[in-house]
């Protein structure tokens, strides 16, 4: 992947929720919506399918679908790809929030305007992880920097996320282990894929 | 923990501690909710007093709460002598200024205090039984095993640490096995999962062991050297063969020999055993049975290997110095509060001092704690929210949090000592137990000069002989004052009485009435009682990571990423009954009724449902109504998970 | 803009806008054979435009700062649309402005219809989004074919004979309500098994046929029998219904709808293996 973002082990992630406290504690958000978010894929325990978790915030796309359509220009990418938004830009329009197809960008009813992940560009900046990153205590959340190179096994999309609007989002997801979940997870990509 | 404050006196970041070995810099939910719960804007920040009409609490200054609390505990015990109230602390928050409340006691002419534990000490005598002390290895050396086994034990959601290391021993190669009647976040990782009834373990690991020794992949080497009444335990595997297991588990012959051979097979091996393999009856056989199948393969002293439950490197603290212990103490099964709160005689019951525990929302038949509560003449109850138990009291004083005291901290995983700092002041009028000891003992009178005045040197002085000096450090970072190497046992030395594994023990006949060697014995409410024709479900009630029991259950931060609050139930005893995902059900047995969503989920197996214990915050099922009272059959634990239900659609 | 169909205020404002723009495109794009008639299509057109856009602004997080909008322009369709929107309205009021002289000019008056046209397309562009999926393809031109039916049937309604002889109408209601038809049929395809429904289909077939009666038949019917009160309140009516319904319709990609369509298929797969 091109751009600073995430990578997500989903045989490490245990859907724990500590990155979506860190966050909330890093960037004081006590009473807004989180930026991050945790998503059970089958929490039922569906023998059909492997159970996993898609811990999400901002994937600072190639091709931001939110910079594109804001038009107010509040958006803007750094060099090493990470998308930041400009409160003081914003108009409230929540445009964002339509054209973004990650559920990414959160409105806050009482400032007026939206929010969202900024990689923690400020700790990235004095050679921190992000909040979230630190925290994971699994370690499978990781932060990528911009051209990172990854193993082969990395995937772009897994069941469950995919990129329906070209926004190339600098995300990667590593697929789960175990000699169960192994199969489960093989036959779930292939029934995805038909 | 390493926190940082903002320039008001809040938190500003929480992160984990690199210095400390085990957990090597890593927080977990719990550690990073504290944030939210500190100034959470259901804190209790004054004493308050019930209303005596229409319900509800009034706040009342300090002075005014301990004079009344103190003319009422006076003439209790006027009429009926100092054990007629109850001293109760449950486990919400640990260090060794805890014991102090014993100051007061004492003083006070003596309490009915609660013995016996509601989380693990059948486990705890099974290995002290069998191993001599609970000890184990270094959790860092988790990951140079090659073949992990974990029996009753959920450390993707009750230990994320070590689930950690697990990982990363799997990522070298190791074969991760779970032994667990459930599917969890555990059990989705894993190689190997069989899902026994529960209360059948100990059949289970005398199968294991009966097929890995007639394989003789047994360590005969160690065994000649270091076991005890092998020869005794070597015959009684010759009742279990695997048709007999597979019959009593509920597993497959061919898993039961595949589990056995693949853990005979790899070395090393690590078994790493639960609670929740202990919360029954025959807990204290079954955790022998468990327990000692690292012996039986050698998988004993060696990095990688052994038998994992608890730690207790860490708890070398001295005692408390304390007033003399009276003549009116006294002490009942904590397992059994309930009952004791409603049939204890000469004297009875008639007070309660509540503090660090929820016992109306955890313990065995929890509705009957709160009814027996409400009889009494004076409930006091000590806690930063208003918990279930604090709506019984007359008084519910505020409590402190973990940063707004010193205190000394031991564990239960790792041999590290730990100082807590106090890094804030109490907010509002909150003042830690300690301080509310010493100011009720002054207003009895009594001797205060038992309570610190500077915590930090009296602190200081419990640290054990020859390590006085070690508290500077201590404030710098954990500590290991054990002395001993990362391998338990390496040394092949065991505090037993014959200085080997105990195959058989008659400490273990003596002490409890158990079989010398174990054996397995079904559940007086199991699966194949009488009572199992009525009500045919085993009711699991486990732990979940987003608490720790009940605590943090009520932050609007851990609502949002919690698990659901559902019954899980498998298909085939749901559609038997006519439910379906999502219905609402009532859970019930003949000592209560519960009502909740239920969750079909193929991963539970057949004539198992499991509900996650510790909710007990806005109408929530109380899981606790149905579980019993009972006492394992050794050292005095909790039977939470022998519990027959049914379960209708509603 | 949340996803429910209870967001009014954009309903109001795209109604409006539409009504309002395909108004001063019918106005101004004929020659002037009935210029009062013309005239008050364009005053109501930028009297609808400009109300429109007041309620958007109030829907807007911080309306002090709308102005910012403009920034976006060669970047953001949201950008083009209200920059094509003050043009419209500014336009419009220049042609107006030119009524007293007693006519209007070729030159100015197709400008101003272009540019209205321009915002109408624009409108559906706002709304071309890859996340949202219902909102593509023949939606895109729905605001275009309903502002200028409602503009036709408008002027037809108040206009004098010249105007009715020369009206578009009968040939842009008929293009709308194929252009709607088409999308409906493109809905009513992609709601397969897989999906999670947002409408259910008897819904969704019941209130479009509601709209081609009320928007498309319904006026042109009361156009023929010479009723033009009733006509101008059917396509307003319809046209709420038809706004309305489009955003009830908006099915937005999410990470949630994505997981939900997978655990759907594992449900499914097990089912049939």
Same mark, same amino acid.
């Given at each position: 992947m091109s751009g600073a973002g995430f990578l997500v082990d989903l045989h490490r992630c245990v859907g724990c929720g500590s990155c979506v406290l860190a966050?909330?504690?890093?960037?004081?958000?006590?009473?807004?919506?989180?930026? #991050?978010? /945790?998503?059970?894929?089958?929490l039922r325990r569906h023998p059909g399918g492997p159970t996993y978790f898609l811990s999400v915030a901002c994937h600072h796309c190639g091709e931001p679908a939110c910079l594109r359509g804001c038009p107010s220009r509040a958006y803007e990418q750094r060099a090493d790809g990470v998308v930041v938004h400009h409160e003081d830009r914003c108009l409230g329009c929540r445009y964002c929030e339509m054209t973004c197809p990650f559920g990414t960008p959160k409105y806050d009813e009482r400032l007026g305007v939206v929010s969202k992940c900024h990689l923690c560009a400020d700790r990235l900046d004095q050679g921190l992880a992000p909040a979230c990153v630190a925290a994971c205590p699994t370690e499978a959340l990781r932060y990528q920097g911009p051209?990172? /190179?990854?193993?082969?096994?990395? #995937?772009?999309? /897994?069941?469950?996320? /995919?990129?329906?609007?070209?926004?190339?989002?600098?995300? #990667?997801f590593a697929p789960p282990k175990g000699a169960r979940r192994v199969v489960l997870f093989a036959a779930l990509e292939k029934m995805v894929r038909r | 923990m390493l926190v940082t404050l903002d320039e008001h006196g809040g938190i500003a970041r929480i992160e984990g501690d690199p210095s400390n070995p085990a957990t090597g810099g890593h927080v977990c939910l719990k550690g990073l909710g504290y944030a939210r719960r500190v100034g959470y804007r259901d804190r209790l920040l004054t004493p308050m007093r019930r209303r005596r009409s229409g319900g509800g609490f009034d706040p009342i200054a300090w002075d005014e709460v301990l004079g009344a609390i103190s003319e009422r505990l006076t003439r209790i015990r006027a009429t009926n002598g100092p054990s007629s109230v109850l001293y109760y602390e449950g486990s919400g928050s640990h260090g060794a200024l805890g014991g102090l409340s014993m100051a007061f006691w004492r003083q006070f002419g003596g309490c009915t205090t609660t013995y016996g534990d509601l989380c693990w000490p059948a486990g705890l005598e099974a290995t002290r039984l069998t191993y001599g002390a609970n000890i184990h290895n270094h959790p860092r050396l988790t990951r140079d095993s090659r073949f992990i086994l974990i029996w009753g034990h959920n450390p993707a959601e009750t230990n994320i640490h070590q689930w950690r290391l697990i990982l990363d021993a799997q990522d070298r190669g190791a074969i991760v096995a779970v032994v667990d009647p459930r599917s969890t976040d555990t059990t989705d990782a894993a190689d190997i999962h069989v899902q026994p009834r529960p209360g059948t373990d100990a059949a289970l690991a005398l199968g294991l062991a009966r097929i890995i020794v007639d394989a003789g992949l047994h360590d005969t080497a160690f065994l000649g050297a270091h076991a005890a009444g092998f020869e005794q335990y070597r015959a009684r595997l010759a009742d279990y063969p695997v048709e007999r297991v597979a019959d009593i588990t509920g597993i497959d012959p061919a898993a039961i020999h595949g589990l056995a051979l693949a853990y005979g097979r790899t070395r090393p091996a690590l078994l790493i055993a639960g609670f929740g393999l202990q919360r029954h009856h025959r807990a204290g056989q079954a955790m022998r049975a468990v327990a000692l199948l690292p012996a039986v393969t050698g998988n004993v002293g060696v990095a990688g290997g052994g038998w994992q439950y608890a730690n207790l490197a860490s708890h070398c603290l001295r005692e408390l110095p304390l007033p003399p212990e009276p003549d009116g103490m006294r002490a009942v099964p904590v397992s059994q509060v309930a009952r004791h709160l409603e049939t204890l005689t000469d004297p009875p019951i008639r007070a309660a001092w509540i503090e660090r525990g929820n016992p109306c929302s955890q313990n065995p038949a929890a509705p009957r704690v709160r009814t027996g509560l409400a009889s009494l003449d004076l409930v006091v109850v000590v806690d930063q929210f208003m918990t279930p138990t604090a709506e019984c009291a007359d008084f519910v004083l505020p409590a402190k949090t973990l940063f707004e005291e010193e205190d000394l901290v031991t564990a239960y995983w790792h041999p590290y000592l730990q100082w807590r700092a106090k890094i804030v002041e109490p907010p509002g009028q909150v003042k830690p137990e300690s301080e509310i000891w010493r100011l009720l003992c002054e207003r009895f009178g009594y001797d205060a000069t038992w309570f610190p005045v500077d915590k930090i040197a009296y602190l200081r002085q419990l640290l054990p002989a020859g390590h006085e000096s070690a508290f500077e450090a201590l404030m710098e970072r954990p500590l290991d004052l054990s002395g001993r190497g990362d391998v338990a046992f390496a040394d092949r030395r065991f505090p037993t009485p014959s200085g080997k594994v105990q195959f058989a023990s008659d400490e273990a006949a003596e002490r409890w009435g158990v079989g010398a060697v174990p054996e397995y014995a079904p559940l007086d409410e199991g699966h194949s %009682?009488?009572?199992?024709s009525r009500l045919p479900?085993?009711?699991? %009630?486990?732990?979940?990571?987003?608490?720790?029991? %009940?605590?943090?259950?009520?932050?609007?931060?851990?609502?949002?990423?919690?698990? *659901?609050?559902?019954?899980?139930? %498998? *298909?085939?005893?749901g559609s038997a009954r006519g439910i379906t995902d999502g219905a609402r059900v009532a859970v019930w047995n003949d000592r209560g009724r519960i009502e909740l969503e239920a969750r079909v989920t193929p991963g539970i197996r057949p004539g198992v449902v499991h509900i996650l214990e510790g909710w007990c915050h806005e109408g929530d099922p109380d899981v606790n109504a149905l579980t019993a009272e009972g006492v394992t059959d050794m050292n005095h634990g909790a039977t939470f998970y022998e519990c027959l239900v049914d379960v209708e659609r509603i | 803009m949340s996803q429910s169909s209870g967001n009014m205020p954009l309903v109001w404002f795209t109604s409006l806008a539409v009504a309002g723009g395909g108004m001063i495109a019918s106005s101004a794009w004929r020659a002037p054979s009935d210029l009062s008639s013309q005239a008050v299509g364009l005053a109501f057109g930028t009297i609808a435009l400009c109300t429109g856009i007041l309620v958007s602004l109030s829907h807007l997080g911080r309306t002090s700062r709308a102005p910012l909008a403009v920034r976006g322009v060669g970047r953001s369709a949201l950008s083009h649309e209200i920059v094509l929107a003050g043009a419209t309205v500014a336009a419009a009021l220049a042609l107006l402005a030119t009524y007293w002289q007693g006519s209007f000019s070729a030159w100015p008056r197709l400008a101003v219809a272009a540019t209205a046209t321009l915002f109408l397309l624009s409108i559906g562009r706002v709304y071309h989004l890859g996340g949202q999926r219902t909102w593509r393809g023949a939606a895109v031109l729905m605001p275009l074919t309903a502002g200028l039916a409602c503009g036709e049937v408008f002027l037809q309604a108040i206009g004098n004979a010249s105007i009715r002889e020369d009206s578009l109408a009968y040939w842009i209601v008929p293009i709308d309500a194929l252009v709607f038809t088409v999308r409906w049929w493109t809905l009513a395809r992609n709601t397969s098994a897989l999906m999670p429904q947002r409408v259910d289909a008897s819904r969704l077939h019941n209130l479009s046929a509601a709209r081609l009666l009320i928007f498309d038949a319904v006026p042109l019917v009361l156009l023929d029998m010479h009723v033009a009160g009733p006509a101008i309140v059917a396509v307003a009516l319809g046209l709420a219904l038809d706004r309305w319904l489009f955003y009830a319709l908006a099915d937005q990609h999410t990470i949630e709808v994505e997981i939900a369509r997978v655990e759907a298929m594992i449900e499914r797969g097990s089912r049939i293996g």
């Open positions: 966050c909330r504690i890093e960037n004081g958000r006590a009473d807004e919506l989180a930026w #991050r978010r /945790v998503l059970p894929l089958n051209g990172a /190179v990854m193993g082969a096994d990395a #995937r772009a999309g /897994v069941p469950g996320f /995919v990129d329906p609007a070209g926004c190339r989002p600098n995300i #990667r | %009682s009488a009572l199992a479900l085993q009711l699991l %009630s486990c732990k979940t990571r987003d608490r720790i029991h %009940s605590q943090f259950g009520n932050l609007d931060w851990v609502r949002e990423v919690e698990r *659901p609050h559902v019954l899980d139930i %498998s *298909p085939q005893d | -």
